[in-house]
């Protein structure tokens, strides 16, 4: 049981920046927040991860919840190449299992 | 940064046969890899935990029979998919994760697409 709710789809247009929200209610203190991506017929890769500060790298930003219940995936200037399914996965502590959820198909508009 | 190396990354085999699929991690030593599935315009599904030395943890309503893990060396996990039927065809994926702790980031193989005919 994945436990985080995202949207099933999204849609941006090139060059704009896209947030992607995802809901973890039940998240616990010790939980992370990761975020992975998969482009079509490839593993995912990582994208992001934290656990109470906001943190950004290369690929994005992420914006966590002061209560944690949720974050959003930040991509400051989509490309067409950021065309994906992208996945928000708790990191239960003590487990190294990652449980993916139906994750957030994001199409990008040229 | 890690890699994790799938292979065959595409096989067709003929119903009833057995397809072996290789798992490595090219640069660091793990311990514990993983193994999912994915249909079609679907996500991920978890289907075992493939522990170096010892025996695999399936997920509920996976077929340890079906499909045997062995994960002999640190950097070596294989998925058997025994007596292979059409509705076993599908993207199998494997991962590790280079250090232990909910933090650790995870990488994934290319994956291997199952067509059985």
């Known amino acids: 049981d994945a436990k985080t709710t995202q949207p099933n789809s999204m849609e941006s247009n090139e060059e704009e920046p896209v947030h992607l929200p995802c809901n973890h209610s039940t998240i616990s203190g010790t939980d992370y927040i990761h975020w992975y991506r998969q482009l079509p017929s490839q593993g995912p890769e990582y994208v992001i991860h934290?656990?109470?500060s906001n943190v950004n790298n290369r690929m994005a930003s992420l914006a966590i919840a002061e209560d944690r219940k949720s974050s959003t995936l930040i991509l400051h200037r989509a490309t067409l190449r950021d065309a994906a399914v992208y996945y928000c996965i708790r990191g239960r502590r003590g487990a190294q299992k990652l449980v993916f959820g139906q994750g957030t198909r994001l199409t990008i508009n040229p | 940064g890690a890699v994790v190396s799938q292979h065959p990354s595409r096989v067709i085999c003929k119903s009833g046969t057995s397809v072996k699929i290789e798992c490595r991690s090219l640069?660091?030593?793990?311990?514990?890899m993983f193994w999912y599935r994915q249909f079609p315009k679907q996500s991920l599904m978890l289907m075992a935990t493939s522990n170096e030395g010892s025996k695999a943890t399936y997920e509920q309503g996976v077929e340890k029979d079906k499909f045997l893990i062995n994960h002999a060396s640190l950097t070596l996990s294989t998925l058997t998919v025994t007596s292979a039927h059409p509705e076993d065809s599908s993207f199998y994926i494997c991962?590790?994760?280079?250090?232990?702790?909910?933090?650790?980031?995870?990488?994934f193989g290319q994956g291997t697409r199952l067509t059985v005919v």
């Open positions: 640069d660091f030593q793990a311990t514990t």
């Open positions: 991962s590790a994760r280079d250090q232990g702790g909910p933090s650790a980031e995870a990488f």
């Open positions: 934290g656990l109470t």
